[in-house]
């Protein structure tokens, strides 16, 4: 597509409910980033994704995280039990490599959570 | 880890120049950006400047960089309305790394 793609662009969800958030990345971009944006904060890094596996899930607050992605190209952000601490929004980004200067790193408009 | 460290708040007059400041830590540092994200909008790559390289203009946007004192700058000229928003400084190293963010300045046009 044209742009980095994400859904649902908001979402409400009840305390100890599983969601799912979804990534689609520009055509092409083999480097898919997830960050996290709470409010006041600044951009706090979770896990990427060079092709299909993820060298570094170190940012992945707890164990409720995880994130897959497959063909290359949709990636999915699984919060399983999700708690108030949780509510925030979640941002895609993607580039065409990981390294040099075509790494411009493009990003979605975010999954807003909330939850209740 | 790499810290990335910026102030939270500008405000400046319609017509004046902004000056956004952001120091870090991380001296292998390979590219560093400023990303803009107004309102309710996701990030929107502004400009960015590799770290052998001390100034960067383009049109409004003049970024400096002190690579000595790992301080990075964006001035804004004529600055308007429409620049209000929060500004993000970021950091890259060398290999397969993620971006490293500030906390963003807000910064407030007045009218």
């Known amino acids: 597509g044209a742009g980095v793609s994400q859904s649902p662009s908001n979402k409400v969800t009840e305390k100890g409910k599983d969601v799912e958030l979804r990534c689609d990345p520009i055509?092409?971009?083999?480097?898919l980033y997830w960050y996290r944006q709470s409010l006041g904060q600044g951009l706090e890094f979770l896990i990427y994704?060079?092709?299909?596996?993820?060298?570094?899930k170190s940012g992945l607050p707890s164990d409720r995280f995880s994130a897959e992605r497959t063909g290359g190209s949709v990636s999915t952000l699984t919060i399983q039990r999700t708690q108030q601490e949780d509510s925030a929004v979640y941002l895609c980004?993607?580039?065409?490599?990981?390294?040099?200067?075509?790494?411009?790193?493009?990003f979605g408009e975010g999954s807003w959570l909330t939850v209740v | 880890g790499e810290d990335v460290e910026q102030s939270l708040f500008l405000s400046v007059r319609e017509g004046d120049s902004s000056v956004i400041n952001c120091t870090y830590t991380?001296?292998?540092?390979?590219?560093l950006y400023w990303y803009k994200q107004e309102p309710g909008a996701g990030l929107q790559l502004l400009t960015y400047?590799?770290?052998?390289?001390d100034m960067k203009q383009d049109q409004r946007l003049t970024v400096l960089l002190n690579k000595k004192d790992k301080h990075l700058s964006l001035r804004i000229a004529d600055t308007q309305t429409g620049d209000s928003a929060i500004y993000f400084c970021?950091?890259?190293?060398?290999?397969?790394?993620?971006?490293?963010f500030g906390k963003g300045t807000r910064l407030s046009v007045i009218a």
């Open positions: 980004a993607s580039s065409l490599i990981t390294e040099g200067p075509g790494n411009t790193i493009y």
């Open positions: 055509s092409g971009h083999t480097a």
């Open positions: 994704f060079q092709g299909n596996s993820a060298p570094d």
């Open positions: 991380d001296s292998s540092s390979t590219y």
């Open positions: 400047i590799f770290s052998n390289m």
């Open positions: 970021a950091e890259k190293s060398a290999g397969n790394t993620p971006l490293v």
